[in-house]
């Protein structure tokens, strides 16, 4: 499972609808929750694998400001409670933890929907116990 699934997996498990991977057309979803790609970094190698951090974002997507702020704002406290460490398989790695920042404003997008940020960190584990 790649980190951007798992992330949706939370998400969706949290009551948050419309979470995709991939951005869809607004034919399909209007006000989608996009997960952006996870760019893994590593810090460490260890005797048994390496460790290193994953900075990924979750778009939310709305047509005013105050309706993506609070959407944005349920995404943050769903993802900040998450039971993250049920997530298993990872592609052999492990997530060891999960910081959520706060939302923020990110822009308008071509529809003039009104686009906020989720971002996250995560500390990962790959190889080992």
């Not at 996870?38 to 390496?50: C, F, N, S």
């Not at 951090?53 to 993506?68: F, Q």
């Not at 406290?77 to 997530?95: F, N, P, T, Y």
């Not at 959520?100 to 990110?106: D, I, S």
Request: charged content about 30%; hydrophobic content about 40%.
């Amino acid at each position: 499972m790649r980190l951007e699934k798992a992330i949706k997996k939370l998400l969706v498990s949290a009551g948050v609808s419309d979470v995709y991977t991939v951005p869809p057309s607004v034919g399909v979803c209007a006000e989608p929750v996009c997960v952006g790609r996870a760019a893994y970094e590593r810090d460490t190698k260890l005797p048994a694998g390496e460790r290193g951090r994953a900075a990924a974002s979750v778009y939310v997507c709305r047509e005013t400001d105050g309706a993506a702020q609070d959407a944005a704002h349920l995404c943050e406290r769903a993802l900040a409670v998450a039971a993250w460490e049920r997530v298993r398989d990872l592609r052999g790695a492990r997530i060891v933890a999960m910081d959520v920042g706060t939302p923020a404003f990110k822009e308008r997008d071509g529809s003039g929907r009104y686009v906020y940020e989720v971002p996250l960190e995560f500390t990962i584990k790959k190889g080992g116990a």
